[in-house]
């Protein structure tokens, strides 16, 4: 039988490697080739459609070429965003993982009012009313107000207010709390949006009073009792009273 020996010549390995580069260049630089695909994951309010909102890299492109770094930095100047991770997916998907900081209360101070994260990270300043996000800190005297950065302040208090803020929301209780007034560390008070005050003491056992607490409001929700004073401020059941 005849053998047949394929014998690759200089010429024959310079078209391989040619055609090689003419594929990966028409891959990397075609049109037809360019990101079609556009996913956004994560607790992100935001759509594929609207990204050309949050930088000005164009998404136009092959989605290995596209700038990833820069995308990451434009959509992170924005304090509402935490962190970004892009990701290009073979042949031309993009997927852009959001995570959202969300605004969870409000502190007022001299020029209007400070928009917070659970973290007591600054999101914005503002002197619209209609802006502020429930429930409202008093009894803090911001210091150092930096968009993006945590909130300073002229003593630790922001601290009990965020972790007030957390067992509150754990509850399920953020919506039923307009006010969390701490001007006294001894004497800290919660304000429903119905006017029912609740005397919660120095802020201790906060998971459970909150608990609690949730349980209280539902009971006096369905009692049809939107105003008085619930006193949780000692060592035993609660006690509810009407406010003279």
Request: aromatic letters at 8%; proline letters at 3%; zero cysteines.
């Given at each position: ?114 928009i ?30 930096v ?31 307009s ?66």
């Amino acid at each position: 039988m005849e053998k047949f020996e394929l014998k690759f010549t200089k010429k024959h390995i310079l078209l391989a490697v040619l055609l090689g580069i003419s594929i990966v260049l028409g891959y990397l630089f075609l049109p037809y080739f360019h990101a079609k695909n556009i996913v956004v994951l994560g607790n992100s309010t935001i759509r594929a459609e609207s990204l050309p909102l949050y930088t000005n890299v164009s998404l136009k492109k092959n989605v290995f070429l596209i700038d990833k770094k820069q995308i990451k930095q434009d959509f992170t100047d924005n304090p509402y965003i935490k962190s970004v991770e892009l990701k290009a997916k073979f042949p031309w998907t993009l997927i852009i993982n959001i995570t959202e900081r969300k605004a969870v209360a409000t502190v007022k101070f001299a020029g209007g009012f400070i928009i917070i994260d659970d973290k007591g990270v600054v999101l914005e300043t503002t002197q619209d009313i209609n802006r502020i996000v429930r429930p409202t800190i008093s009894g803090i005297t911001p210091k150092d107000i930096v968009v993006g950065e945590v909130l300073g302040v002229e003593s630790d208090n922001l601290a009990l207010g965020i972790e007030i803020i957390s067992n509150i929301k754990s509850a399920k209780l953020l919506q039923n709390i307009s006010l969390i007034d701490i001007s006294d560390l001894k004497n800290i008070n919660l304000i429903t949006p119905q006017g029912i005050h609740v005397l919660i003491g120095e802020g201790s056992d906060l998971n459970e009073k909150m608990l609690v607490l949730n349980k209280i409001l539902i009971n006096l929700f369905e009692r049809n009792i939107q105003w008085g004073v619930v006193d949780m401020r000692y060592d035993a059941d609660p006690v509810y009273r009407s406010k003279k």
